[in-house]
């Protein structure tokens, strides 16, 4: 089993352009969430999904969008770039047992 | 609203002995408590978790947590700390309610030869 898998592992984006980073799990979990991790913030959940169809905003999701057209995949769409969203992000599936993929390290400049 | 608070940025402790990673928690209801480890560069990897029970729960890698409903902590403990535990901790709760995890802001554990 690979798990939970993100793409690409590093990106460096300038101001103002768009990107996806995606996600995929092969646990059949209908549960996945989308993190963002600041130096010394711990993790900050953007957005979140508890099935195919279904997707809710977590606790800074401003900036970015999601969809989940199946149960595998769960791609985070950054539009319009901001330094702000400089950060590592991480996926994961499960319910309370999260499981992670290796992250994404963005550099907005 | 749930929360979880780790008092400690930094533990540093002497291979070979103990060492205790503390974590409290705040929710209404019954609180599912995980902790995570993260090396460097990686993801977070699951260490263990207590749901109901016997308050001492263990997981991986020789470690163990202790619940404590009266003082709503969940401390990460083990016995005698390697130099290759070095890393970053996170405590975790989730209620059914929330339908989610809320993370700490996670505890830099340094092991010293």
């Known amino acids: 089993n690979a798990g939970v898998t993100q793409t690409p592992k590093f990106r460096i984006l300038k101001i103002g352009q768009s990107m996806t980073l995606q996600c995929t799990q092969d646990m059949n979990h209908n549960y996945m969430y989308w993190y963002r991790q600041d130096p010394g913030m711990g993790l900050k959940l953007i957005y979140y999904s508890v099935g195919a169809g279904i997707t809710d905003k977590g606790e800074v999701p401003n900036g970015y969008n999601v969809s989940r057209s199946t149960t595998e995949d769960f791609p985070l769409r950054l539009e319009l770039a901001a330094p702000s969203q400089t950060s590592v992000y991480f996926c994961?599936?499960?319910?309370?047992?999260?499981?992670f993929g290796p992250g994404t390290r963005l550099t907005v400049t | 609203a749930q929360s979880v608070a780790q008092p400690e940025d930094q533990v540093n402790v002497a291979e070979g002995n103990p060492l205790t990673v503390k974590c409290t928690y705040s929710?209404?209801?019954?609180?599912?408590l995980f902790w995570y480890v993260q090396y460097p560069n990686r993801g977070l990897q699951f260490l263990l978790k207590?749901?109901?029970?016997?308050?001492l729960v263990k997981g991986s890698y020789g470690f163990e947590a202790e619940f404590n409903k009266s003082q709503t902590s969940f401390h990460l403990k083990k016995p005698s700390a390697l130099v290759s535990d070095s890393a970053l901790y996170f405590c975790a709760v989730y209620t059914g309610t929330a339908s989610k995890l809320t993370f700490g802001t996670g505890t830099r554990l340094q092991v010293t030869l």
């Open positions: 929710v209404s209801g019954n609180p599912y």
């Open positions: 994961a599936s499960g319910v309370n047992e999260q499981y």
């Open positions: 207590y749901i109901t029970g016997d308050n």
